[in-house]
Nanobody, 124 residues
């Protein structure tokens, strides 16, 4: 069982940066692939970024590539999402998710564990 808790959201003006954190319980977090998703107001939840168990492999949706960076610190059981040059269209509830991964891959079909989400609002 893995419990995930997101933090770091807030209300910010366009162009600034935020770093989201996803803190996980459990001693085997380093065996889990982790993804960040977001759900904009009135829209479906969408994939944002993913990172493999080691952190060596990452993947991003095109709309955030070059602005967002996913990383992890397995010693701290935490995955981060550094978000730079934020835009109003980045406004959403951001969720992290995890799934046990026997190999060091970001290819996850269905995540097992989900956090409760953290609100990010980008507005002037």
């Amino acid at each position: 069982q893995v419990q995930l808790v997101e933090s770091g959201g807030g209300l910010v003006p366009p162009g600034v940066s935020l770093r989201l954190s996803c803190a996980a319980s459990g001693r085997t977090f380093s065996t889990y692939a982790v993804g960040w998703f977001r759900q904009p107001p009135g829209k479906e939840r969408e994939f944002v970024a993913a990172i493999s168990r080691s952190g060596h492999n990452t993947d991003y949706v095109r709309s955030v590539s070059g602005r967002f960076t996913i990383s992890r610190d397995n010693a701290k059981n935490t995955v981060y999402l550094q978000m730079n040059s934020l835009k109003p269209e980045d406004t959403a509830v951001y969720y992290c998710a995890a799934k046990f991964s026997p190999i060091d891959s970001v290819l996850v079909r269905q995540y097992t564990y989900w956090g409760q989400g953290t609100q990010v609002t980008v507005s002037s």
